[in-house]
């Protein structure tokens, strides 16, 4: 089923099928999931969805940045950006951004992964050096008891992307943030029943 238009921003060029890339390597894709959505809580539950993710991708030897529910193509979306490390590199990071749109018994999701190239870290020490390390390193907001995966820390926060404009993380902000302008919700799709949560009806 076709969910979701208007995936083709400027600077990407078609390379697959619902999959597109830019000159930095970053890859944009759209998935269709004929099943009712895997998420653990519904989107009017922030703290149980924000805990449980935080938890899910730690376990996966990552680590959850944000997570928030905005509208995409006139529709509440999971928006949420992780890290994962890059295989064979050991300080290199992909930034992995989604919105999730989920309906009662499918979903649809928009992707944009980047990942570090050449020298890393960089944007890691330079925060470090200014804030220093008792306000670099916090508990998760989420999930304070989480425990592995990579470490929550200041320098992936937004209010770095501008001094660090073509860092993976900022070109992933950078697209959701075109993608929530830009994609629409197919009529077909949007008229389906809403997902209101695991084992809910709505």
Not at 16 to 34: I, Y
């Amino acid at each position: 089923m076709r969910a979701l238009i208007g995936m083709e921003l400027p600077g990407y060029r078609p390379v697959d099928v619902d999959t597109w890339a830019n000159d930095d390597g970053d890859v944009l894709s759209v998935h269709f999931f004929e099943l009712p959505p895997d998420l653990p809580a519904g989107l009017d539950d922030g703290p149980t969805l924000r805990h449980t993710l935080t938890h899910y991708t730690a376990q996966a030897g990552g680590g959850l940045i944000e997570a928030s529910v905005k509208p995409l193509g006139g529709l509440p979306a999971l928006r949420q950006i992780l890290k994962l490390p890059l295989p064979g590199r050991p300080n290199g990071q992909a930034f992995i951004g989604s919105f999730t749109v989920p309906r009662a018994g499918c979903s649809a999701v928009v992707k944009i992964q980047a990942a570090e190239r050449g020298m890393t870290g960089m944007r890691e020490a330079v925060v470090l050096a200014k804030v220093g390390v008792e306000q670099y390193f916090r508990p998760h907001p989420y999930a304070p008891d989480v425990q592995g995966g990579l470490p929550f820390h200041a320098a992936d926060h937004e209010r770095w992307d501008a001094e660090f404009p073509d860092h993976p993380l900022t070109r992933v902000r950078r697209t959701l943030g075109a993608l929530a302008e830009a994609v629409g919700a197919v009529p077909d799709f949007a008229a389906l029943p809403a997902f209101v949560g695991p084992g809910r009806r709505g």
